[in-house]
């Protein structure tokens, strides 16, 4: 590492103390320029520790033009200005002041997309985490809530459109041409929630009516033209707004709630109050542009902005350590929604795939933390998949364990006893149990320790004494002997030969066929009675609880599991460890270059699934799906990418040439299937789909031409690019034909445009990578937009392990030359490009240097931001 680089400070849990001043209340007024923004501040200030001798505001970026105390000049002799920093004395006897700020910005220049910014010609603003720093001088931490008013001034003609939060109370026309409008939040909020946008933007309007009789406006902008494509994003707020009064008892407190949507945002979407600012990936859908897959996505994000109002809002985070406390528990919210929209089952699956690809590693690798972390470096990088999902398991843990109805009764607690405070995790646990009289001092091990549990099983039955009996065990593989035991819920039954439930006599003497199981311990035995017959065990039904299960069952146990389990996560698990345990054991073998055969038992498993009428479509089709390379590469304890690469594929062509006949009537009866009344839609095209995938496993071009000939007759999105994603695998004129096609009929649409790119990004053809790096130069690719970024190079280095790892370094050389393109112009894209060189230890020796060495360079970039420095150096020496 050069030894010129500045290393930057570590932020640590410990050393928080409460602000010396509080700001309660701001009005702003922000003068819009298309070379120069002026922005105005008043505060009232009151001080909160009376030893407190100097106010120091947070600031970056930032040109002071004066300060006003009291009404009275400051000159630059009263004041210090430092790049972060603007520290003004303040004299002990004082116990609250005003202090007007003048500064000037440079929006059209922030390509970093934090604070106030320029997308598409419109301003518009991202102010988490620490982004409204960049927009004035303030306290800028969660813990100070200001009551906000917003003045916009701006040219009329470029910007009819001006917003803000809260509710606008005054609008007008100036003199010299420009509009004059005015909006008051009357909630205190803290900056992160502040936001702005101005522009020429369409709106879509609607109505809702809330349990109490108040009608409330709702506003969708967007792009001109892109009116028609909002449709199903306000159905889904409507939605969103009835089920969290329905099931957390929660109006919403406005007059208006707005939404905009910006083609630049680094993040998905932002719970500002009042006006949520969204990716537009998240927002626009129709039929011809969005698949099924982004529909579910827009209903989920809508939802989880939505549901912030009142856990992120209403009641926000003391401090930025706390912040699974809004997001943890606002996933939990949304994945219980759209579970209640949608199939129950599927959703859940959805849910713990995206846990166990992002998080497990996370979890296990050098980046591991807690969900409530201890320390940071850069805020930014704190919101990741531990946080977020990890913690929404926890929530959902706490919800297993107390019930749904003294759950509901501590988050009224919750919500009563908060409402307008920025709090702690543990207050949220105490009021949890303050609902439910249930103790959870041990169970907040989980918000401390990191790593994710191992829990070991020893089962045993006695036939004389019909007594069946349950061992347990946990431990921690990242914490070893350090870690205390977990308060963990274990979702169980005891299963019979045909896969009913079993009734047995719990401890208490009470008759059940299920039970959920408190593990308290490191090793822990339970019993069940009045067993007539060696049961099966199902343990963690529902994914109760976010462990590693090492369960002694043989692949014919496994198999029944497959085809009989009721409970539908527990089946597709079976089937994901049973594909699992075959395919490794071939990438184990000397010989992977030609066909194995697969054992019968799976393949008569897999013809259960087909044959079984009675189930959801969607979830025959997750069922079949074959676990990733990168879910296989999880469980080796040195990554082998090329065998497994070659096994998968072989595995696919295998099961597509043995049911050969079954998946191309699945597909035709599908394809030809006339919709009437309620029936599954989505769910018919997603089995379709996957039917298509395992014929064009077989590389027969009738199948490419079948896939070929979808394409063509394809009425939307989701056929289309499961049409584009088979022949992505493919070579030849029909390929490039259908791919010139694609892009030409959609070259306008920056979103359907990202998938174009994605495809090709995931594509196992050999020429993989020279592909990916000749779009760089494409004229519809540029590093400027986070969703490019993602759609090409993050879909290329997480999504297609073969070629990113291949063995010559180039595919790192290539992550290399965007990190260090990005850390200059977007330090938040740039660092979490970083993460799949942590993985570093868990490949061959050659790739283990390769990967280090890049690491290396990365920290040797010169002017490197804290985003990408932090993320390269734990990844590196943690």
């Not at 506003?219 to 449709?231: L, S, T, Y």
């Not at 930025?320 to 606002?330: A, D, H």
């Amino acid at each position: 590492m050069l030894e010129t680089q500045v290393q930057p400070a570590t932020i640590y849990l410990k050393d928080y103390k409460q602000p010396d001043f509080s700001i309660h209340s701001i009005d702003l007024v922000v003068e819009l320029g298309e070379e120069v923004t002026t922005v105005s501040s008043s505060m009232t200030i009151k001080r909160m520790n009376h030893q407190a001798s100097t106010l120091s505001l947070n600031g970056e970026n930032l040109e002071l033009i004066s300060i006003r105390r009291n009404g009275l000049v400051l000159n630059d002799t009263s004041y210090e200005c430092t790049d972060e920093y603007l520290h003004i004395p303040i004299p002990k006897s004082e116990e609250e002041f005003t202090l007007a700020i003048v500064t000037r910005i440079k929006p059209q220049e922030n390509t970093a997309l934090e604070g106030l910014y320029k997308s598409s010609g419109n301003f518009c603003t991202q102010c988490e985490a620490e982004g409204f720093r960049k927009i004035t001088y303030f306290l800028d931490r969660p813990d100070v809530m200001s009551v906000f008013s917003t003045t916009i001034i701006g040219d009329a003609d470029l910007y009819p459109v001006m917003l803000s939060n809260g509710n606008k109370v005054e609008e007008k026309q100036l003199d010299d041409g420009r509009s004059y409008v005015k909006w008051e939040d009357p909630h205190p909020k803290p900056a992160y929630l502040f936001a702005l946008v101005a522009g020429d933007l369409a709106c879509v309007e609607d109505h809702f009516t809330t349990a109490s009789g108040r009608d409330v406006l709702l506003q969708i902008f967007v792009e001109k033209g892109n009116e028609d494509r909002c449709n199903h994003a306000m159905t889904s707020l409507k939605k969103s707004m009835k089920w969290d009064e329905e099931e957390f008892g929660r109006e919403y407190d406005l007059d208006v709630f707005m939404i905009v949507a910006v083609s630049d945002f680094n993040m998905g979407a932002m719970e500002n109050k009042g006006l949520n600012v969204f990716n537009s990936k998240y927002v626009l859908a129709s039929p011809q542009s969005a698949t099924d897959t982004d529909y579910d996505g827009i209903e989920s994000v809508i939802a989880h902005e939505y549901f912030h109002n009142w856990t992120g809002n209403r009641i926000t985070c003391r401090d930025w350590f706390q912040l699974t406390l809004k997001e943890g528990l606002t996933v939990f919210r949304d994945q219980q929604f759209s579970a209640d929209m949608n199939s129950a089952a599927v959703f859940r699956i959805g849910d713990v795939q995206r846990l166990r690809a992002a998080q497990f590693p996370e979890d296990a690798g050098p980046l591991s933390h807690p969900i409530q972390p201890q320390s940071y470096v850069e805020i930014n990088n704190f919101y990741t998949a531990t946080v977020y999902e990890k913690g929404a398991e926890v929530i959902r843990m706490i919800h297993t364990i107390l019930g749904k109805e003294k759950f509901r009764n501590g988050m009224d607690i919750y919500f009563d006893r908060h409402d307008g405070q920025a709090v702690t995790t543990e207050e949220f646990v105490k009021a949890m149990e303050d609902g439910s009289g249930i103790d959870l001092t041990q169970f907040r091990r989980w918000y401390v320790q990191a790593g994710t549990p191992v829990i070991k099983v020893t089962e045993g039955y006695n036939p004389e004494s019909q007594q069946y009996s349950l061992t347990l065990e946990q431990e921690n593989p990242k914490l070893a002997e350090n870690f205390l035991p977990y308060h963990i819920p274990v979702d169980m039954s005891l299963l019979d030969g045909n896969g009913k439930a079993i009734g047995f006599t719990t401890d208490t003497g009470a008759k059940s066929t299920g039970k959920v199981l408190n593990l308290t311990q490191k090793k822990q035995t339970f019993v069940f009675n009045d067993i007539n017959s060696e049961p099966t065990i199902s343990l963690f039904r529902g994914f109760s609880a976010p462990v590693k299960l090492e369960q002694n069952l043989d692949n014919e146990q496994l198999a029944f599991l497959f085809s009989r389990e009721t409970d539908l996560f527990n089946r597709w698990d079976a089937g994901q460890r049973l594909s699992s345990n075959i395919l490794l054991s071939q990438v184990n073998r000397h010989d992977v270059g030609s066909l194995q055969i697969l054992p019968q038992m799976y393949l008569s498993s897999i013809r259960n699934i087909l044959n079984d009428r009675e189930l959801d479509p969607a979830f025959a089709a997750i069922a079949l799906s074959l676990p990733s390379e990168q879910d296989l590469a999880q469980k080796m304890p040195v990554v082998n990418v090329d065998a497994i690469h070659i096994v998968r594929n072989n595995a696919l062509k295998e099961i597509g040439l043995k049911f050969e006949s079954d998946f191309l009537q699945i597909y035709k009866d599908l394809r030809d299937l006339k919709v009437e009344g309620n029936q599954p839609i989505a769910s018919n095209r997603k089995f379709k789909n996957t039917a298509l995938r395992f014929l064009t496993a077989t590389a027969k071009e009738d199948y490419f031409a079948l896939a070929a000939e979808q394409y063509h007759a394809a009425e939307n999105m989701t056929d289309a690019m499961a049409s584009l994603f088979n022949l992505g695998e493919s070579e030849g004129q029909i390929r490039d034909e259908i791919f010139a096609d694609f892009y030409q009929k959609w070259e306008a649409d920056p979103l359907v445009i990202d998938k174009w790119f994605t495809v090709q990004a995931m594509s196992s053809r050999p020429t993989a990578l020279e592909d990916v790096t000749n779009l760089l130069s494409h004229p519809a690719f540029t590093m400027l937009n986070p969703n490019r970024v993602r759609s090409l190079i993050a879909a290329f280095v997480s999504g297609n392990p073969v070629h990113f790892h291949e063995k010559s370094g180039k595919g790192y050389q290539f992550l290399f030359n965007a990190i260090e393109q990005l850390n200059g112009t977007n330090p938040q894209i740039a660092a979490r490009l970083v993460t799949p060189l942590g993985q570093w230890r868990r490949y061959d020796a050659v790739r283990q240097k390769l990967m280090t060495d890049k690491l290396e360079e990365i920290l040797d970039i010169s002017d490197l931001s804290n985003d990408v420095y932090e993320m390269a150096n734990k990844s590196l020496h943690n």
